[in-house]
């Protein structure tokens, strides 16, 4: 947005609407899109890891965030980058956590089952408000 205003300050036909560059804008609104829908994702995740009952569904939800939160939030910035050096660093770090996170999360879970933590099977009853400070 930026650029677009000083190349209109810089060309006063520019300045008039007559030929205003169109692609800086929808860099601009795909990176937005792309950052504000991994925001959502993350949070979602967050909400997730804070709300679900027990390891094996947060554990999932973290997983989700990790993987497709990480990986939109780093599209927004390779597109705001444009095509430079500093998009390429990117795309490697979004590389890394699309092999490593959903690898990590696997041998997590993997590890929490072989140490005879079971998932919560069947119907989950969240418990009343008074039960929750209460000791079993």
């Known amino acids: 947005m930026i650029d677009l205003i000083l190349a209109a300050a810089a060309e006063p036909s520019a300045a008039q609407g007559l030929s205003m560059p169109i692609w800086p804008i929808i860099r601009n609104g795909l990176s937005i899109v792309c950052l504000l829908s991994g925001l959502f994702f993350v949070l979602g995740g967050t909400l997730g890891v804070l709300r679900l009952p027990d390891f094996f569904t947060r554990?999932?939800?973290?997983?989700?965030?990790d993987t497709l939160g990480a990986e939109l939030i780093?599209?927004?910035?390779?597109?705001?980058?444009?095509?430079?050096?500093?998009?390429?660093?990117?795309?490697?770090?979004g590389f890394?956590?699309?092999?490593?996170?959903?690898?990590?999360t696997h041998a997590v879970a993997n590890a929490a089952y072989q140490a005879g933590l079971k998932p919560l099977l069947?119907?989950?009853?969240?418990?009343a408000p008074s039960e929750i400070g209460e000791e079993h």
């Open 59 to 65: 554990l999932h939800a973290a997983g989700m965030t």
């Open 122 to 127: 069947g119907k989950y009853k969240a418990p």
């Open 74 to 93: 780093l599209t927004g910035l390779i597109i705001q980058a444009g095509f430079s050096q500093m998009s390429l660093k990117l795309l490697l770090v």
């Open 96 to 104: 890394f956590l699309f092999i490593t996170g959903p690898t990590a």
